[in-house]
């Protein structure tokens, strides 16, 4: 089944008096599972995609069907709604609130999910924390975090919904390149383990040597035929 379909999507941001053509004609299919990486240099739509694969922008026209949903006729209510429930998101500067500690962090997403009780929201903290290797980091804020660690608060947050695909916008930018790699390996290894679709950008060619399936994007283009790595 196709998670993600992108069709014929154009994307045009007006600057003063100019319009920038940042997504021109991107056709793309992503399957519920895979593990890819967006590649491409800096300017070249990477993050306008990511933003409107996400729901938190709008195409200036063309198709994006999330879940099977096709998301442009929806309204701004309805977006968020999807968003919460299907999509989870990873930043290259983390995104976690300084003054709540990891657990908090991990817990703040859940929060807006009137199901859940304390005790399921606890349950989904111990285990996702677990996840990412930091149960003894729970009571610590960011700043008592490492940069990696901080990263991996972030990915236990995106998972903690239960979403069905996460996104992440360069998420060993900030970080060395070690670091980087025990990061993309987490996700691998959480993506193999519970099926969660991963697309992410990067310009980094060693983060792409670890994607499963890697897209080029240029220019607002797609520019090859995307391949299946080994
Ligand atoms: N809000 C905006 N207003 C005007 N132009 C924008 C806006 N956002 C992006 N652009 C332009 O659209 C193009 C694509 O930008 P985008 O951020 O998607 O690239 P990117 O590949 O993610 O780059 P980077 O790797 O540097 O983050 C660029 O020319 C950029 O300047």
């Known amino acids: ?30 399957k519920s599972g895979e593990f890819l990486a ?24 063309g198709k994006i069907y999330i879940n099977n949903q096709d998301v442009s006729g929806q309204t701004p209510d309805q977006l ?14 983390f995104n976690l609130f300084s003054v709540l500690s990891a657990a908090e962090n991990v817990e703040y997403p859940l929060l807006q999910f009137k199901e859940l009780t304390a005790s399921k929201r606890q349950e989904r903290i111990i285990k996702f924390l677990d996840i990412v290797g930091l149960q003894a980091f729970a009571h610590h804020r960011p700043n008592q975090l490492s940069g990696g660690q901080r990263q991996r608060v972030a990915i236990a947050r995106a998972l903690a919904t239960h979403p069905k695909v996460i996104l992440a916008d360069e998420p060993t930018a900030n970080l060395d390149h070690k670091t980087g790699e025990d990061i993309l390996q987490l996700m691998k290894q959480i993506n193999r383990d519970s099926g969660t679709t991963f697309i992410f950008s990067t310009h980094d060619a060693k983060v792409m040597a670890m994607a499963e399936r890697l897209v080029r994007i240029e220019d607002g283009r797609l520019v090859e035929e995307d391949r299946v790595l080994a």
């Open 80 to 93: 968020s709604e999807l968003r919460a429930r299907t999509i989870g998101f990873i930043f290259q500067t």
């Open 1 to 30: 089944m196709n998670i993600v379909r992108i069709e014929n999507v154009f994307k045009e941001y007006t600057l003063g008096t100019s319009q920038v053509q940042a997504l021109k004609g991107i056709n793309l299919q992503i």
């Open 38 to 61: 967006i590649a491409g240099p800096s300017g070249s739509g990477k993050s306008t995609l990511l933003n409107l694969i996400g729901c938190i922008d709008t195409p200036s026209s």
